[in-house]
């Protein structure tokens, strides 16, 4: 085994407290439970005091407290989880360590808390700029409190500013995403995630929503993406990933680490975790959790080895999400399998305008974005056809069937 001591980890800390549900989210969070946020603290310090020597081996250069709604959980409470990873791993001085935010729950006093502990980052949940659509969605805040945190924000000395948005609402139009994207951009943002609407099973919008005209087509949102491509760009921020754009030096490091296939490490009921070939994930029940957590019982939800060829599909997977895309060089690094079938059906894809090769890497055009989920499953079922003919060591090594990876979904291979 390779040695680690100059490895980098990045640690997930998931908070699944909300003031209330929005209609169209189905993370793990919860309304109407602040009474067990100090218990759920005690626990999740635990936990990370438990996990001392699994960190040992590593440098933490990234952390990112999620949820559910970190703000809504206090910045005391958010410095002193933080003050328990510091003591129990090697977190480095230049770390980015991001915290997400709702525009209601922002408080200056809780800003500057954070900043001085070394939060560096401010994930913002905008949304939209529309008060009408807000209310829409079930957000709690309005355009005026998303202005005044992010002047609060600024204030207690942040310069690393994300801010979320979402298109494709019910009743949006063009001209309204236009309206969103001109209003955030005033706020000056140094990174922006842009995320098409999906309407998930047993959310209350999907129940409200599913087959309505009300909500834009597929035509409609592909437009709306388009043009938030070419707008952001034009204004200096880089697409770096499907839905993520930012300014120079601003790329959120931590997600990263999901998209290069790095080690990462989760707290929290629902988080998940990857460490070498070891993938697993906690319980998606916050009682369950501290119980397993402070009694010793199992928290453990899923847990599975990655062989070469899940770590190659994942490659080709998580690499077609990112605009600097895949290479042969990094593929054969990671499965000894000819790129041959992949780069012929990527130069068919080049020839619809939806791939480009440059220096030697292939990456999506943003009309290959619009696709890619459809085109990275006819990738992996070329990965998945040649595999046996092509390589048959794997049969002596491997037990999987073409159709495990050819029936594989994005939504499979959760991180």
């Not at 793990?28 to 699994?54: F, N, P, R, V, W």
């Not at 204004?235 to 999901?258: D, I, L, P, T, W």
């Not at 928290?299 to 080709?316: K, V």
Request: with cysteine.
């Amino acid at each position: 085994m390779e040695d680690r001591e100059d490895k980098h980890l990045g640690v997930y800390i998931h908070i699944p407290f909300c003031a209330s549900k929005c209609g169209y989210c189905d993370f793990y969070s919860l309304a109407g439970c602040e009474k067990s946020m100090g218990k759920y603290q005690d626990a999740l310090i635990c936990h990370i005091k438990e996990a001392a020597s699994t960190m040992a081996p590593y440098y933490i250069d990234t952390v990112y407290f999620g949820g559910g709604t970190p703000s809504y959980f206090g910045g005391k409470r958010l410095a002193e989880v933080f003050n328990a990873l510091k003591r129990a791993g090697k977190v480095l001085k230049s770390a980015e360590v991001t915290v997400e935010c709702n525009p209601d729950s922002v408080k200056s006093r809780d800003m500057h808390l954070l900043r001085k502990e070394g939060v560096n980052r401010i994930s913002l949940g905008v949304q939209s700029t529309s008060d009408d659509l807000l209310k829409i969605i079930g957000r709690r805040h309005n355009f005026t409190q998303v202005k005044k945190a992010v002047k609060t924000i600024r204030a207690a000395g942040f310069d690393n500013l994300s801010i979320d948005l979402i298109y494709g609402l019910p009743n949006q139009t063009k001209g309204d995403w236009a309206e969103t994207l001109a209003r955030t951009l005033d706020l000056e943002p140094d990174h922006l995630s842009c995320y098409g609407l999906k309407l998930e099973e047993g959310t209350p919008m999907y129940q409200a929503y599913k087959d309505s005209p009300v909500i834009p087509t597929d035509d409609d949102q592909a437009d709306m993406y388009l043009y938030t491509v070419e707008t952001l760009t034009h204004y200096g921020y880089q697409q770096y990933e499907v839905s993520n754009f930012a300014r120079r030096g601003a790329a959120c490091r931590h997600n990263m680490k999901y998209w290069d296939m790095e080690d990462y490490l989760g707290f929290g009921p629902g988080a998940h975790s990857c460490m070498g070939n070891t993938r697993f994930s906690f319980v998606r029940d916050m009682w369950a959790y501290m119980k397993g957590v402070t009694e010793g019982g199992p928290i453990l939800d899923e847990q599975e080895q990655l062989e070469e060829l899940d770590r190659a599909s994942e490659y080709l997977m998580l690499g077609m999400r990112r605009s600097k895309g895949i290479s042969q060089e990094e593929y054969h690094k990671i499965y000894r399998s000819d790129f041959a079938p992949i780069e012929a059906l990527l130069l068919e894809y080049e020839k619809d305008g939806w791939t480009k090769k440059v220096n030697g890497r292939w990456s999506f055009t943003p009309q290959g974005f619009l696709l890619s989920n459809i085109l990275i499953g006819s990738l992996w079922e070329a990965q998945a056809e040649y595999r046996i003919s092509g390589n048959p060591w794997i049969e002596e090594n491997m037990d999987v069937k073409v159709g495990d990876l050819t029936g594989t979904s994005g939504s499979d291979l959760r991180i």
